[in-house]
T-cell receptor, first 116, second 115 residues
Framework: AQKVTQAQTEISVVEKEDVTLDCVYE???????LFWYKQPPSGELVFLIR??????QNEISGRYSWNFQKSTSSFNFTITASQVVDSAVYFC?????????????FGQGTRLTINP | EAGVAQSPRYKIIEKRQSVAFWCNPI?????LYWYQQILGQGPKLLIQ????????DSQLPKDRFSAERLKGVDSTLKIQPAKLEDSAVYLC?????????????FGPGTRLTVT
């Protein structure tokens, strides 16, 4: 079965601190994609990054960085020098092949609060 | 480029009533998804359309939920009759094609409260 676990339900930090959101996944597929989405209070899920199972290079985009480690089935997300606007719920998701269809499976989400 | 549109944004109904949600995907996106997001959880796929055909509805409670995408563009999701446990945000998403590579673009959702 495909499963995504985000063990941190809530995280609260002070602005400018670095923060890492953990994501652990389970799949039997050899080819799959991992995603991170941001859900601000407005409710709309915003795509942040996609990573395929054959590309273990870390990625950096501004203050955001992602660390993909197949050996530990983890795809962690780090925000450097956090800002109040980063406050949101963040979802890690996995898309492989389940029952012949390619279903996007989400974790429970981590609510991140950045305090001024 | 316009995003995924959904209406209404909020709906309050009593149990056993019926309700319908509407979604207009991004122009040119062949694949449309409906998700249910219960408070404190991640979204769960209810149904996936490719043009006007159903690709996956394995998690749709078919005794009370139905969905259609008649002309391969707009879609409606209906609940009849509603139960208390149907209280959730219903998210519509679309993508260019069904392959896992393509990211899904989400609408703002419809927040349903069943009393």
């Amino acid at each position: 079965a495909q499963k995504v676990t985000q063990a941190q339900t809530e995280i609260s930090v002070v602005e400018k601190e670095d923060v890492t959101l953990d994501c652990v996944y389970e799949t039997r597929d050899t080819t799959y994609y991992l995603f991170w989405y941001k859900q601000p209070p407005s409710g709309e899920l915003v795509f942040l990054i996609r990573r395929n199972s054959f590309d273990e290079q870390n990625e950096i985009s501004g203050r955001y960085s992602w660390n993909f480690q197949k050996s530990t089935s983890s795809f962690n997300f780090t925000i450097t020098a956090s800002q109040v606007v980063d406050s949101a719920v963040y979802f890690c998701a996995l898309r492989g092949i389940i029952q012949g269809a390619q279903k996007l499976v989400f974790g429970q989400g981590t609510r991140l609060t950045i305090n001024p | 480029e316009a995003g995924v549109a959904q209406s209404p944004r909020y709906k309050i109904i009593e149990k056993r009533q019926s309700v319908a949600f509407w979604c207009n995907p991004i122009s040119g996106h062949a694949t449309l998804y409906w998700y249910q997001q219960i408070l404190g959880q991640g979204p769960k796929l209810l149904i996936q359309f490719q043009n006007n055909g159903v690709v996956d509805d394995s998690q749709l409670p078919k005794d009370r939920f139905s969905a259609e995408r008649l002309k391969g563009v707009d879609s409606t999701l209906k609940i009849q009759p509603a139960k208390l446990e149907d209280s959730a945000v219903y998210l519509c998403a679309s993508s260019i094609a069904p392959h896992s590579y393509y990211e899904q673009y989400f609408g703002p959702g419809t927040r349903l409260t069943v009393t």
